[in-house]
């Protein structure tokens, strides 16, 4: 069946230091990614999202890639700070169900 | 604006009690969620409502029942807690609507239950 996985369940970044979380996806028919972080004891928060007809996407110290060839999705944090920390899922969606499959998340920490 | 409520934050039952959590949100949405969370995994949706009076089964929707009472709550009802069912329950909402709409989800809270 169709999955999102996560390559690392733990990443430890310096802080100043980019951070790269990686995703690998399985459904070839996903139309729609999302990055989400969630903070301990909140609900996710929305990050940044990619549509399946883009490969790159920037925000505001983050960018998203999207390599449609292998089904590999990426976040990256530039200058992480402190606030940084937390867990990071990926999600895609197909248009036909408007349904979210998550991942199972990477731990984000950053050492002072 | 207070987005995505719920309640109760925390809850404590005994195996065979019933109860119903409940979620509201005030942006107009159409779409709901409700989903659990267990301890180093991932989301799971156990049910969503695509629009008012409408609702459909997600991943894992066993031993829950839902209500879509009118297009701002959305409530999750446990009709016999089991201990299985030790979890965060996250609701969530979003207007997703077509190729050009963002389909990002606003998530509440989060409930945090314990079944004994």
Redesign the interface.
């Known amino acids: 069946g169709e999955s ?1 996985g996560l390559h690392l ?1 733990t990443l430890s970044v310096q802080e100043g230091d980019n951070s790269i979380i990686n995703c690998a996806y399985s459904n070839s028919a996903s ?2 990614f ?1 990055w989400y972080k969630q903070e301990s ?6 990050i940044i ?1 990619i ?1 399946s007809n883009m490969d790159k996407r920037q925000g505001q110290r983050v960018t998203v890639l999207l390599n449609k060839t292998v089904k590999h999705l990426s976040l990256q944090i530039a200058a992480t700070q402190p606030g940084d920390s937390a867990v990071y ?1 990926c999600a895609e ?1 197909n ?1 036909g169900n ?8 990477t731990r984000l920490t950053i050492i002072p | 604006n207070a987005g995505v409520t719920q309640t109760p934050k925390f809850q404590v039952l005994k195996t065979g009690q019933s109860m119903t959590l409940q979620c509201a949100q005030d942006m107009n949405h159409n779409s709901m969620y409700w989903y659990r969370q267990d301890p180093g995994m991932g989301l799971r949706l156990i049910y969503y409502s695509a629009s008012e009076g409408t609702t459909d089964k997600g991943e894992v929707p066993n031993g829950y029942n839902v209500s879509r009472l009118n297009k701002r709550e959305f409530s999750l009802r446990l009709e016999s807690a089991a201990p299985s069912q030790t979890s965060v329950y996250f609701c969530a909402s979003s207007e997703a609507r077509g190729w050009q709409s963002s389909y990002e989800q606003y998530f509440g809270p989060g409930t945090r239950l314990t079944v004994t």
Not at chain 1, 98 to 105: A, N, Q, S, V
Request: charged share 25%.
């Open positions: 999102v369940p139309d729609y999302i004891g909140k609900g996710p928060q929305f999202d549509r899922f969606i248009f408007e349904k979210l499959t998550f991942g199972t998340g």
